[in-house]
Antibody, heavy 122, light 106 residues
Framework: EVRLVESGGGLVQPGGSLRLSCGAS????????MHWVRQGPGQGLEWVSG????????VYADSVKGRFAVSRDNAKNSLYLQMDNLRPEDAALYYC???????????????WGQGTPVAVSS | SYELTQPPSVSVSPGQTARITCSGD??????TSWYQQKPGQAPVMVIF???RRPSGIPERFSGSNSGNTATLTISGTQGMDEADYYC?????????FGTGTKVTVL
């Protein structure tokens, strides 16, 4: 059974930083692209960033480019999102998401974590 | 940037057919996936590659894609289908989600 468990969320002041983590199990982590998707309170889904299986393709949404950095450690079956210069509009539930197809980027998302909440307020 | 537009809400009576549209420029040239999200839960994929159903998804869920519009159809809608639904496609390497549709089963 695939499990994706996010952690690291919390309350941070505007301009502050947070590092989210996602621990993966139940599948061969280093064979799949992974993504972060967020959902603001009462809002829709917004894709944040994607990274392919060997980290040689990393893509960001325009809204976070230059402030967020995605990375992965395949030896630890873990995905990360370093978030700097946070803004109130970054407040959301952040989901760790797995692509469905082995070693292909940009397919569909077959497994989601339960999310970790990020609040940005002074 | 690429945009996908959905109606904010769709209402359907139990046992009837619900159709949710997703509009985007030349959407037929891209694969569309659909996700169901119930309150307090993570999204679940119900359709991928325009019309394919993942294992475990009931046959009443179907999809199509033509021109600028993809459509998710729920036939014989049940109360458990009441949820938010999001379409999703790729603009090159960037993922795009639709604006979301709340399906209410009256």
């Amino acid at each position: 059974e695939v499990r994706l468990v996010e952690s690291g969320g919390g309350l941070v002041q505007p301009g502050g930083s947070l590092r989210l983590s996602c621990g993966a199990s139940g599948f061969k982590f280093d064979d799949y692209a992974m993504h972060w998707v967020r959902q603001g309170p009462g809002q829709g889904l917004e894709w944040v960033s994607g990274i392919n299986w060997n980290s040689d393709r990393i893509v960001y949404a325009d809204s976070v480019k230059g402030r967020f950095a995605v990375s992965r450690d395949n030896a630890k079956n873990s995905l990360y999102l370093q978030m700097d210069n946070l803004r109130p509009e970054d407040a959301a539930l952040y989901y760790c998401v797995k692509e469905a197809v082995i070693r292909v980027y940009a397919t569909q998302f077959d497994d989601w974590g339960q999310g970790t909440p990020v609040a940005v307020s002074s | 940037s690429y945009e996908l537009t959905q109606p904010p809400s769709v209402s359907v009576s139990p046992g009837q057919t619900a159709r949710i549209t997703c509009s985007g420029d030349k959407l037929v040239e891209k694969y569309t996936s659909w996700y169901q999200q119930k309150p307090g839960q993570a999204p679940v994929m119900v359709i991928f590659q325009d019309m394919r159903r993942p294992s475990g998804i009931p046959e009443r869920f179907s999809g199509s894609n033509s021109g600028n519009t993809a459509t998710l159809t729920i036939s014989g809608t049940q109360g458990m289908d009441e949820a938010d639904y999001y379409c999703q496609a790729w603009d090159s390497t960037a993922c795009v989600f639709g604006t979301g549709t709340k399906v209410t089963v009256l």
